[in-house]
């Protein structure tokens, strides 16, 4: 029954079986009564024409009208009705028609119950028969409607004698009639295209081995000569030994699909190779979860790091990796970000941040964010393309820089040329007017004071500094100043410079502290004596006449350190990065009293420089400035010789 019932399922001729054995479930009582008499009569009237012919006591060969009533009556009320009916009419007609005589005797009493159990029983098992008929044939039509439904074909292949069903959308998936198809593997075989027919095979060989589940794609040719391409699965049926009975399976067209799919990763190929190929950053978040789904070469690269431990480690509320700033340097909450403004409000952002990467590097990004919607509007994602603008904002920076710095230049050599032009002019016109007024006296034969002569002498002296100082900047900036180098005191020398400065001051009070030995260098005595006495003069310039000032020096072992100590006005904190620069100046009013160019600490500056070390200042507004410089003694070259400054 099972087999004839998935038969008709499979060949779509359930429907006129169906209608018979549901034409009695719908019967009333009454009716299931009717049909249950009806059958019993026809049964009693059928033996009374034949019950000469068979002979002895018939009432058992009732009980086929009565299994009949229950099936086709619709239930037990029609097998009950049928077995009484019958034992009446078997009491009214036949047993008189049979013996001749209207009394039951014991032995016809049992017989006559035993037909009434059995009739019972029959209807009892006819009726429940027939409910598990209508079930299972609901369950086959339900099932046959689905596979309608789903558009699936549904095959059965008898192994033993190589016997295979299909249903008619299995026949369309192959392009053929009902009559055209063999019904065996062959037929099956022959549908399935050239390349794809041994890999089928061995599907179905490897199955019925149990190797491996009947689950596989292939491509069928119709007769027409289109290819489609079909999903198989099946299960197999085994006997108690495990041998191989039948196979059970489902087909699906997955043509389209395929090719979808196909079109799917081809566009996805073209997608990943343009971004990989693009020299901006671009990122691909889900929503609202923020969880990156996509970065590109460039977005590793900005960021830094791997691949790996972008797409899994950075979401919505996790972004330290990233920490984002603005250009200001205050961190912007992960909600505010651009990105998640994207794909949390809908928002279309394009924004400069700063962008801390793996490497705890800032680097400056310009960013563009957009949502990625569905297309009910719903957004789905978030989309982030940036450009590193490190180099650039770098690059803009040096240049304002040298901007400012070219500014400072301009104003300094403005400055110079006033400055020059008056510290010039003062000499120059000190010298006339000395000239004017000696001529005169020679001319009314007055005779000349030689202090007349000693202050000619002084502005000449003047000039002559300024021009040197001119002619030094000027030597330094070609890289034309000649270092003459010699193994020299360099103790003995700071204290010679002393001493003069305590003979033409001998009211200030100079302290020379550190010296008492021998300190050997290789340097240029000239030079590195006209840094010592810049110094020194700036330090008388600018400390009050009752106030000590103080020369250290200070024996560092392969170095030398020279530091002045004055306690003149201090210098302001701003200046004290500039103050060795060329055209510098003081700019408060103390400062301006006194002459130059603002060219003795750039000298000292490039002379230190030049003998390999280095120059500083350290100064407190109101308490006085600490100027020092530092060289090393390079006596493993020592002997003396030329170095042309470079």
């Given at each position: 029954?099972?087999?004839?019932?998935?038969?008709?399922?499979?060949?779509?001729?359930?429907?006129?079986?169906?209608?018979?054995?549901?034409?009695?479930?719908?019967?009333?009582?009454?009716?299931?009564?009717?049909?249950?008499?009806?059958?019993?009569?026809?049964?009693?009237?059928?033996?009374?024409?034949?019950?000469?012919?068979?002979?002895?006591?018939?009432?058992?060969?009732?009980?086929?009208?009565?299994?009949?009533?229950?099936?086709?009556?619709?239930?037990?009320?029609?097998?009950?009705?049928?077995?009484?009916?019958?034992?009446?009419?078997?009491?009214?007609?036949?047993?008189?028609?049979?013996?001749?005589?209207?009394?039951?005797?014991?032995?016809?009493?049992?017989?006559?119950?035993?037909?009434?159990?059995?009739?019972?029983?029959?209807?009892?098992?006819?009726?429940?028969?027939?409910?598990?008929?209508?079930?299972?044939?609901?369950?086959?039509?339900?099932?046959?409607?689905?596979?309608?439904?789903?558009?699936?074909?549904?095959?059965?292949?008898?192994?033993?004698?190589?016997?295979?069903?299909?249903?008619?959308?299995?026949?369309?998936?192959?392009?053929?009639?009902?009559?055209?198809?063999?019904?065996?593997?062959?037929?099956?075989?022959?549908?399935?295209?050239?390349?794809?027919?041994?890999?089928?095979?061995?599907?179905?060989?490897?199955?019925?081995?149990?190797?491996?589940?009947?689950?596989?794609?292939?491509?069928?040719?119709?007769?027409?000569?289109?290819?489609?391409?079909?999903?198989?699965?099946?299960?197999?049926?085994?006997?108690?030994?495990?041998?191989?009975?039948?196979?059970?399976?489902?087909?699906?067209?997955?043509?389209?699909?395929?090719?979808?799919?196909?079109?799917?990763?081809?566009?996805?190929?073209?997608?990943?190779?343009?971004?990989?190929?693009?020299?901006?950053?671009?990122?691909?978040?889900?929503?609202?979860?923020?969880?990156?789904?996509?970065?590109?070469?460039?977005?590793?690269?900005?960021?830094?790091?791997?691949?790996?431990?972008?797409?899994?480690?950075?979401?919505?509320?996790?972004?330290?990796?990233?920490?984002?700033?603005?250009?200001?340097?205050?961190?912007?909450?992960?909600?505010?970000?651009?990105?998640?403004?994207?794909?949390?409000?809908?928002?279309?952002?394009?924004?400069?941040?700063?962008?801390?990467?793996?490497?705890?590097?800032?680097?400056?990004?310009?960013?563009?964010?957009?949502?990625?919607?569905?297309?009910?509007?719903?957004?789905?994602?978030?989309?982030?393309?940036?450009?590193?603008?490190?180099?650039?904002?770098?690059?803009?920076?040096?240049?304002?820089?040298?901007?400012?710095?070219?500014?400072?230049?301009?104003?300094?050599?403005?400055?110079?040329?006033?400055?020059?032009?008056?510290?010039?002019?003062?000499?120059?016109?000190?010298?006339?007017?000395?000239?004017?007024?000696?001529?005169?006296?020679?001319?009314?034969?007055?005779?000349?004071?030689?202090?007349?002569?000693?202050?000619?002498?002084?502005?000449?002296?003047?000039?002559?500094?300024?021009?040197?100082?001119?002619?030094?900047?000027?030597?330094?900036?070609?890289?034309?100043?000649?270092?003459?180098?010699?193994?020299?005191?360099?103790?003995?020398?700071?204290?010679?410079?002393?001493?003069?400065?305590?003979?033409?001051?001998?009211?200030?009070?100079?302290?020379?502290?550190?010296?008492?030995?021998?300190?050997?260098?290789?340097?240029?005595?000239?030079?590195?004596?006209?840094?010592?006495?810049?110094?020194?003069?700036?330090?008388?310039?600018?400390?009050?006449?009752?106030?000590?000032?103080?020369?250290?020096?200070?024996?560092?072992?392969?170095?030398?350190?020279?530091?002045?100590?004055?306690?003149?006005?201090?210098?302001?904190?701003?200046?004290?990065?500039?103050?060795?620069?060329?055209?510098?100046?003081g700019s408060s009013s103390e400062e301006e009293q006194h002459s130059g160019l603002g060219l003795g600490l750039y000298i000292c500056r490039k002379i230190v420089e030049l003998h390999g070390g280095t120059v500083g200042v350290k100064s407190v507004l109101g308490e006085g400035s600490e100027f020092y410089f530092e060289i090393p003694k390079d006596l493993s070259g020592s002997g003396s010789g030329e170095q042309v400054a470079s």
């Amino acid at each position: 029954m099972q087999f004839l019932l998935r038969s008709l399922v499979v060949h779509n001729r359930k429907k006129a079986f169906s209608k018979l054995l549901g034409s009695g479930r719908s019967h009333s009582l009454l009716t299931q009564l009717l049909i249950g008499l009806l059958f019993s009569v026809f049964a009693t009237v059928f033996q009374l024409s034949i019950w000469s012919w068979v002979g002895g006591h018939q009432l058992l060969l009732l009980l086929p009208a009565v299994a009949l009533a229950s099936v086709f009556g619709g239930g037990l009320p029609a097998g009950i009705a049928a077995t009484l009916t019958g034992a009446l009419f078997w009491g009214l007609f036949l047993f008189p028609r049979v013996h001749g005589d209207t009394v039951l005797h014991s032995s016809d009493w049992v017989g006559l119950n035993a037909f009434v159990l059995s009739g019972a029983w029959i209807a009892l098992l006819g009726s429940r028969r027939m409910l598990s008929l209508y079930r299972r044939a609901d369950e086959f039509e339900r099932l046959e409607y689905a596979v309608l439904a789903a558009k699936v074909g549904v095959w059965e292949w008898d192994v033993v004698h190589d016997r295979t069903i299909w249903d008619d959308q299995m026949l369309q998936f192959y392009g053929l009639k009902r009559e055209d198809f063999g019904g065996t593997v062959a037929a099956w075989k022959s549908g399935i295209h050239p390349e794809d027919v041994q890999f089928a095979a061995d599907a179905v060989e490897l199955a019925l081995a149990g190797k491996k589940d009947f689950d596989l794609d292939f491509r069928v040719v119709r007769p027409d000569g289109t290819v489609r391409t079909l999903h198989a699965s099946a299960l197999v049926r085994r006997d108690s030994s495990g041998r191989p009975l039948a196979m059970y399976g489902l087909n699906r067209d997955v043509t389209e699909q395929r090719r979808t799919l196909s079109e799917l990763q081809e566009y996805s190929a073209f997608f990943q190779a343009a971004m990989d190929q693009s020299q901006v950053g671009i990122v691909i978040v889900d929503a609202p979860s923020g969880a990156v789904r996509f970065a590109n070469d460039a977005a590793l690269a900005i960021r830094g790091g791997s691949r790996q431990a972008l797409l899994e480690g950075v979401r919505l509320g996790h972004y330290a990796p990233w920490r984002i700033k603005d250009l200001g340097g205050q961190a912007i909450p992960d909600q505010e970000t651009p990105l998640a403004r994207s794909f949390l409000h809908g928002e279309k952002v394009s924004q400069e941040v700063l962008m801390m990467d793996s490497n705890d590097v800032s680097r400056v990004v310009l960013t563009h964010t957009a949502p990625i919607r569905r297309p009910d509007g719903s957004i789905m994602a978030g989309i982030a393309v940036f450009i590193d603008n490190t180099e650039r904002h770098q690059l803009l920076e040096q240049l304002k820089a040298a901007r400012e710095a070219a500014e400072r230049a301009s104003g300094a050599k403005s400055r110079f040329l006033d400055i020059a032009a008056h510290e010039l002019r003062t000499p120059v016109t000190a010298f006339s007017l000395l000239l004017q007024v000696t001529q005169k006296q020679l001319a009314e034969g007055i005779p000349v004071d030689a202090s007349v002569l000693v202050r000619l002498r002084a502005q000449v002296d003047r000039l002559a500094r300024l021009v040197v100082d001119l002619l030094e900047v000027s030597r330094l900036d070609r890289g034309l100043l000649i270092l003459k180098r010699e193994v020299n005191d360099l103790g003995h020398l700071i204290a010679e410079c002393v001493s003069n400065f305590k003979l033409q001051f001998p009211e200030r009070d100079l302290k020379l502290i550190g010296n008492g030995r021998f300190i050997g260098a290789n340097i240029d005595p000239v030079r590195i004596y006209e840094v010592i006495s810049n110094l020194i003069d700036n330090a008388i310039k600018y400390t009050p006449a009752q106030s000590p000032i103080e020369i250290v020096i200070e024996d560092l072992g392969d170095r030398v350190r020279l530091l002045i100590k004055d306690r003149g006005p201090g210098i302001a904190i701003e200046r004290l990065s500039t103050l060795f620069n060329a055209f510098e100046r003081g700019s408060s009013s103390e400062e301006e009293q006194h002459s130059g160019l603002g060219l003795g600490l750039y000298i000292c500056r490039k002379i230190v420089e030049l003998h390999g070390g280095t120059v500083g200042v350290k100064s407190v507004l109101g308490e006085g400035s600490e100027f020092y410089f530092e060289i090393p003694k390079d006596l493993s070259g020592s002997g003396s010789g030329e170095q042309v400054a470079s």
